[in-house]
């Protein structure tokens, strides 16, 4: 609890039980654990494909026929000599593709990829937002930087679709961020949400997700330089309740699920060239979050705790570009908001009354 001593005049005091309640509803989350993938032998073709065939299948639409962890290995190493050739490493410019980006967080990391160089495909159920937001890019970034498409991520022809134009325009993917998602805008109990709410909602955060990491996983395999994938996850993925967005809380504690998942499975499967990591921008003062801004506990921890999206971006941008630059193919999970920071902003507001009213008036 915060010291009487540096309790400024006038600040709120929150009640011990409040205190407790602020505590319990924090967002944290155990240290993520990750390591590098094993380095293997190569095996003979005999041995590398029985029983797996999803990895048949890739192999007979072009995929190269060493297995990626050896690839990975000689990069690594820098190996010479009569060994199996190298993986080709990543270097910027970077290609990106992001989905649900006209705008909100998706939107705000599309524009600092472009600011940081790199090239960036942005897509959207909307083709009047997407036709939009493309040209104002393009104005600000160039012709040959920014593309743009219609893509609805619960339908599988739709990703297919998107695959195929990425390839077109860029050739390959180094970066594919899953960031469309949705709460159908409605908070209220499980019991009282309707069923086009609730198909809204899984279809888009559980379905799609699952689409676009298929589609991903089998577009980069076959790419010299491999790539990464980068699931957004929110509230309700450290297993915290949601309630007024049950659904939602509990499609995004699958991405944690799914993310670890495919892991194992690329693991188990040998294909070290691909990686799926976690994305968590914490609160974000985007359409989706402010419209639950209609009770007082709502209100107080979006103040608190909120931030713009590009603020956000501006943080999460160089830690995902990090990644390739330093050539590591280790699973990570980046966080803006963390544990501390969040203890710390409750503190400021406690002893201070930092950040009340910052972008809802509260009660």
Request: proline share 7%; glycine share 8%.
């Amino acid at each position: 609890s915060p010291a009487r001593s540096l309790a400024r005049p006038g600040a709120t005091s929150v009640p011990s039980s409040r205190m407790a309640t602020v505590t319990a509803s924090l967002p944290l989350r155990a240290a993520a654990r990750a390591g590098p993938a094993p380095s293997r032998a190569p095996p003979s073709d005999a041995a590398f494909f029985p029983g797996r065939p999803w990895q048949r299948g890739l192999a007979a639409r072009g995929r190269p026929r060493e297995p990626a962890g050896w690839f990975r290995a000689e990069a690594l190493s820098g190996g010479g000599g009569g060994g199996p050739p190298r993986r080709e490493p990543m270097a910027p410019p970077y290609n990106v593709l992001i989905t649900g980006s006209t705008k909100g967080i998706g939107y705000a990391l599309a524009r600092k990829f472009l600011k940081a160089g790199d090239n960036v495909v942005i897509c959207s159920r909307s083709a009047e937002r997407v036709e939009s937001v493309r040209n104002d890019l393009k104005k600000e970034f160039g012709e040959q930087h920014v593309w743009g498409t219609v893509c609805d991520v619960r339908e599988g022809k739709d990703v297919k679709a998107l695959v195929d134009f990425a390839r077109d325009k860029l050739e390959y993917i180094d970066i594919w961020i899953n960031n469309a998602g949705s709460n159908a805008y409605s908070y209220k109990p499980l019991v009282e949400t309707s069923d086009e709410a609730l198909i809204e909602v899984i279809t888009t955060n559980t379905l799609g997700l699952m689409l676009c990491c298929r589609e991903a996983i089998n577009m980069m395999w076959n790419q010299p330089r491999g790539g990464h994938i980068f699931n957004i996850d929110g509230a309700g993925s450290d297993g915290r309740p949601t309630p007024r967005f049950a659904a939602y809380g509990a499609t995004k504690r699958s991405v944690v699920h799914l993310t670890k998942s495919l892991q194992a499975e690329l693991q188990m499967n040998e294909v070290n060239n691909v990686v799926v990591h976690n994305l968590s921008p914490g609160m974000v003062t985007t359409d989706l979050l402010m419209s639950g801004a209609t009770t007082k506990q709502a209100k107080f921890f979006i103040n608190i705790l909120a931030e713009t999206p590009d603020v956000v971006a501006d943080y999460l941008v160089p830690n995902i570009r990090e990644i390739p630059t330093n050539q590591s193919m280790k699973p990570t999970y980046i966080r803006f908001l963390t544990g501390l920071k969040a203890y710390s902003r409750i503190f400021s507001r406690i002893a201070f009354g930092a950040r009340r009213n910052k972008y809802v008036a509260e009660d």
